[in-house]
């Protein structure tokens, strides 16, 4: 059993608080993002679990033992950092070796073990190399495998793959993905780019200002975003938030389209709609509004098409196959996919 | 945070980079402040290394004995000043005309451009004397040149009139090559692409040079300039203490000859107390004055 | 940058060609003269560098003075100073490269200024401390007395180098299993290992070419050959053969080692000007 326990993490700068308070509970063999905003305090939570930062008040438990006090060499972890860190003086065997030497493992011990771990990674062929001599995306290879070598209790990750081209990124996504479930160790990871944390992991903690603003499973985040921080962060292209009046059972926009609700509401609030659940069409029906194109994106598979509801601009994601009506056109906003948040405190209304 | 477990490193670790410091910072305080507060001693008492009978308390008679009763420290201040500026300015032209020749790519630089740097790695006390032998008025080289032209044994360190130019010629000569090395660096440190835009927006070389590099250039240059300043004012001792030994007369006498000659000819230590001090402060003025005037307004 | 014209390369190479013989021709004029006998020196300009050489003049000095032992001297308080000034330079300037404390930039720039007091502030005192203290003429004492100027150079240069190393491989390190000083040594000093020996060499020199503190702190024993070189001089000047001799003997070591080594000092000495 190894989990992951922090428990009130708080961490100071100085006067400057950047955590104010964490609490994490992750299982055995879990894989938990901590996504957020540059500066939201995620890489600082690591790396007190890791054993690198101090922290200021709080406890780290890692499979059960209560870690705080303990040297990153002692805690039975391991950690791919965004640099890779690899060593530059040792060649990618001895890279690999280096943990396993400092506990004095026998040295056929040593040999078998970087075997399997380069073969598992498809480095074989590396090993001799020094790290200068490999691309980017060897050297991603072999900074997970130095971190695989010795088993550890839990894994983690430092924007691990923001170094590294968008088609390498997806790949190493799958792979990284594939190789924790099949050794089914705890992983932390830390990143910044959302799809990232949305096809990797079991869960994801949004964080801002040192602050957790959700934990969840990817797509309850992505379906129930808790605030309207969390709905902007997760999804491409960003949810549209339009703030409107409400009257009654209707919503009152800028322009004064009104849209007809089932939920009683009060007052102003922040209506959210992603782009991808709106339906776009060229006749106008009941509760649909009249919708000016402005700018068509052309992605492919799809269109991103740019507008107007009077002054209020929206974005709507519609398929490629469909034909774009040509003049007039409306869209209509599915009541079930509406989400309302309080302009003030930014949170969602239940 | 009341009542809340604060955590707290252990004190261990948290002195450490104290204990990683304490061995350096206990030498350099013994080997500064330490002789810092001797000095101070030496400069407000009577310390006559050849009579020890006098002593006590004199700071007043020192400070008129250096600084009004003769102008001896005045002479030295001025010979100390005209060395100073000089040196480094013609350092500074040389070294930055050099290094843009060496910016440029041309066959065998590489190979030259060591030999170029010869002259700083060289002890200052044999410079001193290579240049000595050279301004010999009898068999050295540069006298034989002159006599050829019909100057007649002409010793251009046994003249008043030049020997300060016989010391600084040395000077230039040896360290011209840190100026090359220090430009060279920050050339090549520099973006081209600056140059480049320049170029397309019509500038001339001399243009380019001018209004973009340089002030690309200026944190290396107020750097390299500020060294050579402070070496040119503490270290240029050896090379005057070969060639002319503050001669003839006193015109090559600088700050520190003086203080040298002071303690360790005449063995007034208090008076080169003095003197030492003075070009601490000096040096400290220089520094801030210096430092702030060539920094310019900060703009980070 | 652009194609240039022909006239800004003969510019070029014209004041290159003119340079190079000013720096050359007195350096030549050193080595020429010490294979020359007394006479030679005294045989005109035309003869300068036309004349049969002999070894003469170094069998002169190395009979009449202890070349040998002074050279030995030398080197020992060089390599003394700078062996002792790298291993606490360098730990200070690891602490002020990897922790952040109260006062630290304080503490670097008051390590730095230490480079900029005069020498000779320092010689008085410390030679009436030595004095006291019987290291007057002892090589322990130059070696006190070097540090004093190798040290602030080392942790200056040193914390720039650190700094420029980043703090993730000793941390990757120290994830992997190792104590802090474990990363230190398995890591960062090798990744160091050039940078090291090119501040070494900046010390040697200095200290090789030391000459006022030789001159005031030591008398016989532990006499350095820079000091014994105005010996040569004597009042009329006609032993300029031995001196050159005395001087190459001194300054050959330096120049050889400073040939081999280019490429490691070319690199400390642009690094410590750029930076900051």
């Known amino acids: 059993m190894a989990s992951i326990d922090i428990r009130n993490l708080r961490k100071k700068f100085g006067d400057l608080e950047v955590i104010p308070g964490f609490s994490l509970h992750a299982e055995d063999r879990e894989f938990i993002s901590l996504l957020g905003p540059s500066g939201c305090g995620k890489s600082t939570i690591l790396r007190i679990v890791a054993g690198l930062e101090e922290l200021t008040s709080g406890d780290v438990v890692i499979a059960g033992r209560n870690v705080t006090a303990l040297e990153p060499k002692d805690r039975d972890i391991a950690m791919v950092f965004q640099n890779y860190a690899l060593y530059p003086h040792k060649s990618v065997f001895e890279n690999l070796a280096y943990g396993l030497r400092i506990r004095k493992r026998p040295e056929d011990e040593i040999r078998k073990r970087v075997t399997e771990v380069s073969e598992l990674l498809q480095i074989q062929q590396l090993l001799q190399r020094r790290p200068a001599q490999l691309s980017g995306g060897q050297q991603q290879r072999v900074a997970m495998g130095r971190a695989i070598m010795r088993e550890p209790a839990a894994f983690l990750f430092d924007e691990p793959l923001s170094n590294l081209d968008a088609k390498l990124r997806n790949h190493m996504r799958v792979e990284i993905r594939q190789l924790q479930q099949r050794l089914g160790i705890t992983t932390l990871y830390v990143t910044h780019d959302q799809v990232e944390a949305m096809t990797m992991s079991d869960r994801i903690v949004v964080l801002n200002h040192g602050m957790i603003e959700q934990i969840g499973k990817p797509l309850e985040i992505y379906e129930t975003p808790a605030s309207i921080f969390v709905a902007t962060f997760i999804g491409s292209p960003a949810m549209n938030l339009v703030r409107v009046r409400t009257d009654g059972n209707a919503l009152v926009f800028p322009s004064g389209d009104r849209l007809s609700v089932e939920r009683q509401l009060q007052g102003d609030v922040v209506l959210g709609i992603r782009p991808e659940r709106i339906k776009l069409s060229a006749s106008k029906s009941e509760n649909s509004l009249p919708f000016e194109i402005v700018l068509v994106e052309e992605l492919g598979a799809q269109k991103i098409i740019h507008g107007r509801i009077g002054a209020t601009e929206m974005t709507v994601a519609f398929p490629e196959d469909v034909p774009l009506p040509t003049n007039g056109a409306s869209v209509s906003l599915p009541g079930n996919y509406l989400h309302f948040f309080d302009p003030e405190s930014g949170k969602r209304l239940a | 945070m009341s009542g809340e477990q604060v955590y707290r490193a252990p004190l261990h670790r948290r002195l450490r980079p104290l204990y990683f410091l304490s061995p350096t910072l206990l030498i350099l305080l013994s080997v500064t402040l330490f002789p810092l507060i001797y000095s101070l001693y030496l400069a407000t008492h009577t310390v006559i290394l050849t009579n020890p009978m006098l002593s006590g308390w004199s700071l007043q008679d020192n400070l008129r004995e250096v600084f009004l009763e003769s102008p001896e420290y005045w002479e030295s201040f001025a010979t100390t000043l005209i060395l100073v500026v000089t040196v480094v300015s013609i350092e500074f032209v040389l070294g930055l005309m050099l290094a843009y020749f060496f910016y440029n790519n041309f066959t065998g630089r590489d190979f030259i451009f060591p030999f170029f740097l010869m002259p700083m790695m060289l002890t200052p006390v044999v410079v001193g004397t290579i240049w000595r032998f050279l301004f010999n008025g009898e068999f050295g080289l540069i006298a034989g040149l002159l006599k050829a032209m019909g100057v007649v044994n002409y010793s251009i360190l046994n003249e008043p009139s030049t020997a300060l130019v016989g010391i600084i010629i040395a000077d230039v000569w040896q360290w011209t090559p840190f100026m090359l090395l220090l430009m060279l660096a920050g050339m090549r440190a520099l973006p081209t692409s600056p140059f480049e835009a320049a170029q397309v927006d019509g500038a001339s070389r001399f243009q380019i040079f001018r209004d973009i590099m340089l002030p690309m250039m200026k944190p290396v240059i107020v750097i390299a300039v500020l060294i050579r300043m402070i070496d040119a004012f503490n270290r240029t001792f050896d090379t005057i203490y070969i060639m002319t030994n503050g001669g003839p007369g006193r015109v090559t006498e600088t700050l520190a000859v003086m203080a040298f000659r002071s303690s360790f000819e005449y063995f007034f230590m208090h008076q080169g107390a003095i003197v030492a001090l003075s070009m601490l402060v000096i040096i400290i003025i220089m520094t801030k004055v210096l430092g702030r005037f060539m920094a310019g307004p900060r703009e980070d | ?276």
């Open chain 3, 1 to 276: 940058m652009a194609p240039k014209s022909r006239l800004y390369w003969i510019v070029c190479y014209f004041i290159l060609a003119l340079y190079g013989v000013f720096t050359l021709l007195p350096i030549a004029y050193l080595v020429v003269s010490s294979f020359k006998t007394q006479l030679q020196i005294y045989a005109g300009v035309s003869s300068t560098f036309w004349f049969t050489p002999t070894l003469e003049s170094y069998r002169f000095i190395f009979e009449t003075k202890p070349i040998l032992h002074m050279l030995m001297n030398t080197l020992i308080v060089s390599v003394g100073s700078t062996v002792f000034s790298l291993v606490f330079g360098t730990i200070a300037a690891y602490a002020l490269a990897r922790y952040r404390f109260r006062g630290r930039d304080d503490l670097a720039f008051y390590i730095l200024s230490i480079r900029m007091f005069p020498p000779i502030v320092a010689a008085l005192p410390i030679f009436m401390i030595f004095n006291n203290l019987n290291l007057l003429d002892s090589k322990i004492g130059l070696i006190i007395a070097y540090t004093s100027f190798n040290l602030p150079f080392v942790v200056w240069m040193m914390t720039g180098f650190i700094k420029a190393v980043p703090v993730q491989l000793e941390e990757a390190a120290m994830v992997d299993g190792q104590s802090q000083l474990g990363a230190i040594r398995d890591i960062l000093l090798p990744v160091l290992r050039p940078s090291i020996l090119a501040v070494a060499i900046f010390c040697i020199i200095f200290s090789w070419n030391e000459f006022l503190f030789a001159l005031i702190l030591t008398k016989s024993q532990a006499k350095t050959l820079p000091v014994a070189i105005p010996e040569f001089i004597t009042w009329t000047e006609v032993g300029w053969n031995y001196v050159a001799a005395a001087g190459m003997v001194l300054v050959m070591p330096v120049l050889i080692f400073s040939f081999l080594a280019q490429r490691y000092m070319v690199r400390g000495m642009s690094m410590g000007a750029i930076k900051d």
